[in-house]
Nanobody, 119 residues
Framework: QVHLVESGGGLVQTGGSLRLSCAAS???????MGWYRQAPGKQRELVAT???????NYSDSVKGRFTISRDNAKNTVYLQMNSLKPEDTAIYYC??????????????WGQGTQVTVSS
């Protein structure tokens, strides 16, 4: 029922930063939300979650570099990505997640936003 649209991706050099946004068409205040990424030919990976109370969790690969946040009044979730590495290159998606750090079983995904990190 909630439509999610990702934006903010782009091409950056190693060490650069990007801020991704995920705009929801409806309320997400009661949901744990997550950011996922998928490189070509690889499995989708859950990299960060934020619970309804604002608690956050990160995969080891991004911990210390990425920060997930949410603005329930705007129905938006953000992912601040710093110190980017080439291995961060992927299409990034937002969706619900299962608290605290389990991928959603949701069927539908948005278009995502491409993040490319050059060396």
């Amino acid at each position: 029922q909630v439509h999610l649209v990702e934006s903010g991706g782009g091409l950056v050099q190693t060490g650069g930063s990007l801020r991704l946004s995920c705009a929801a068409s409806g309320s997400i205040s009661f949901n744990t939300m997550g950011w996922y990424r998928q490189a070509p030919g690889k499995q989708r990976e859950l990299v960060a979650t934020i619970g309804s109370r604002g608690s956050t969790n990160y995969s080891d690969s991004v911990k210390g570099r990425f920060t997930i946040s949410r603005d329930n009044a705007k129905n938006t979730v953000y992912l601040q990505m710093n110190s980017l590495k080439p291995e961060d290159t992927a299409i990034y998606y937002c969706n619900t997640a299962i608290y605290p750090m389990t991928p959603t079983r949701a069927t539908y995904w948005g278009q995502g936003t491409q993040v490319t990190v050059s060396s």
